[in-house]
């Protein structure tokens, strides 16, 4: 069993810079592919990035690249989402959530949240104009 736990998150001006991370507990975070996905009021959870277990691959959706940087620490169990330029469209709860795949290929992921096993508590993050 793993436990996510989100933090940093808040309220920041248009233009301006956030910095949430997730910290897990029970368990390394080294066999699972890490990703995070957010949720906007009255709309659907939508994935936002993802990080292979060695932090070799990365994939952003369209709506963040270039924009948004996830890493991870495996050493402090930790995964971070870096989020720059942000703008009132970024406003949502982030959700970190952790897919267990020991046994797949180092370069591995999925964007889909239906293949992720454990998720966060979420975090608010809300972009003023």
């Known amino acids: 069993q793993v436990q996510l736990v989100e933090s940093g998150g808040g309220l920041v001006q248009a233009g301006g810079s956030l910095r949430v991370s997730c910290t897990a507990s029970g368990r390394t975070l080294s066999p699972y592919v890490m990703a995070w996905f957010r949720q906007a009021p009255g709309k659907e959870r939508e994935f936002v990035a993802v990080i292979t277990r060695g932090g070799g691959r990365t994939y952003y959706a369209d709506s963040v690249k270039g924009r948004f940087t996830i890493s991870r620490d495996n050493a402090k169990n930790t995964v971070y989402l870096q989020m720059n330029s942000l703008n009132p469209d970024d406003t949502a709860v982030y959700y970190c959530?952790?897919?267990?795949?020991?046994?797949?290929?180092?370069?591995?992921?999925?964007?889909?949240?239906?293949?992720?096993?454990?998720w966060g508590q979420g975090t608010q993050v809300t972009v003023s104009s």
């Open positions: 959530a952790a897919d267990y795949t020991p046994y797949y290929s180092a370069g591995y992921y999925s964007t889909n949240g239906a293949a992720y096993d454990y």
